[in-house]
């Protein structure tokens, strides 16, 4: 059993590593007693700009961000189904909490839209404006990548992903001291800035465990590359430097050949959570791309 756990732990260490989230504003939480795909935060006035954090994290990692950029907008932070203390969902995961989003900013009359993603979360903003192109404006594209599995596994199909494995079985076995260990793990390899590794394994540990588990799943039989296709806003693609700007410049070229409209920068001295640890250099960057944006 030790063995097996060392092996899971490796293989979730070189997971994270490829991967390399006093204003005096009005806040709405939107609740609801019954489990939902999604929760919003919303704060300020003005037309939308959405905010969508990565996996097991919450939409409140935005919040400095929403402070620090030059927007007379409303911001809308979402958080997900089994995270952040949400009820969970039945499965599939990530394409119910996609048409979840879909379906809010149609019942809305959403348009103008800027979204901004993190990880899994930008999965979902060219998710959104691949399919809602009349109604987004601009993306911005937070270390996601649109074919993770083709980085970490290349040529490994999509099939290959289960739910039902001996993998996932063992994660959803194992005790808290354990898990936690894993998230710790995982944690340092997401950031460089100490002071956010516990924040982030506690976001890990506290989620509900069959969604982080299944989820996660279903995150790795996604391929957006097709997709990118269909996008045509301007898009801007934040990427870190760990633990090689080379080779994850080239993946991020690779992987967005299908996309036309776009600009690609990379974060020096970053992991996984660039606004984290090039927090200066993340909202000028962001500032930037949206300087004729702000209303």
């Known amino acids: 059993m030790?063995?097996?756990?060392?092996?899971?732990?490796?293989?979730?260490?070189?997971?994270?590593t490829t991967?390399?989230?006093?204003?005096?504003?009005?806040?709405?939480?939107?609740?609801?007693?019954?489990?939902?795909?999604?929760?919003?935060?919303?704060?300020?006035?003005?037309?939308?700009?959405?905010?969508l954090p990565g996996f097991a994290t919450p939409g409140s990692v935005w919040k400095d961000t929403v402070e620090s950029l030059n927007l007379d907008r409303k911001s809308y932070l979402f958080s997900y189904a089994g995270f952040n203390g949400?009820?969970?969902?039945?499965?599939?995961?990530?394409?119910?909490?996609?048409?979840?989003?879909?379906?809010?900013?149609?019942?809305?009359?959403?348009?103008?839209?800027?979204?901004?993603?993190?990880?899994?979360?930008?999965?979902?903003a060219v998710d959104i404006a691949s399919e809602l192109p009349s109604k987004v404006s601009k993306i911005i594209l937070v270390e996601a990548l649109?074919?993770?599995?083709?980085?970490?596994?290349?040529?490994?199909?999509?099939?290959?992903?289960?739910?039902?494995?001996?993998?996932?079985?063992?994660?959803?076995?194992?005790?808290?001291?354990?898990?936690?260990?894993?998230?710790?793990?995982?944690?340092?390899?997401?950031?460089?800035?100490?002071?956010?590794?516990?924040?982030l394994t506690n976001w890990m540990f506290e989620a509900d465990r069959e969604t982080w588990v299944?989820?996660?799943?279903?995150?790795?039989?996604?391929?957006?590359?097709n997709s990118l296709k269909k996008v045509t806003c301007e898009t801007l693609i934040l990427g870190a430097s760990f633990p090689d700007v080379n080779v994850a410049k080239a993946n991020y070229k690779s992987q967005y050949s299908n996309l036309s409209n776009k600009t690609i920068l990379m974060a020096s001295n970053s992991k996984h959570f660039i606004m984290f640890d090039q927090p200066e250099w993340f909202y000028k960057s962001v500032n930037d791309f949206l300087?004729?944006?702000?209303?």
């Open 146 to 199: 649109p074919c993770m599995r083709e980085v970490m596994m290349p040529n490994v199909p999509a099939e290959s992903f289960q739910y039902n494995s001996p993998y996932n079985q063992q994660m959803l076995d194992m005790d808290a001291q354990q898990f936690k260990n894993i998230a710790s793990m995982m944690s340092s390899n997401m950031t460089i800035n100490e002071d956010k590794k516990e924040l």
């Open 2 to 16: 030790k063995k097996l756990i060392k092996v899971t732990a490796l293989f979730l260490i070189t997971l994270s």
């Open 214 to 225: 299944y989820g996660y799943t279903d995150l790795l039989k996604l391929d957006l590359r």
């Open 291 to 295: 300087e004729n944006e702000a209303q």
């Open 19 to 51: 991967l390399s989230f006093g204003l005096n504003i009005e806040t709405n939480l939107v609740l609801t007693t019954e489990p939902t795909p999604i929760t919003v935060e919303t704060l300020g006035e003005g037309k939308p700009i959405i905010y």
């Open 86 to 124: 949400n009820a969970p969902i039945e499965m599939p995961w990530y394409a119910t909490i996609k048409n979840a989003i879909i379906e809010y900013i149609t019942d809305n009359n959403m348009s103008d839209i800027i979204i901004i993603g993190h990880s899994m979360g930008g999965s979902l």
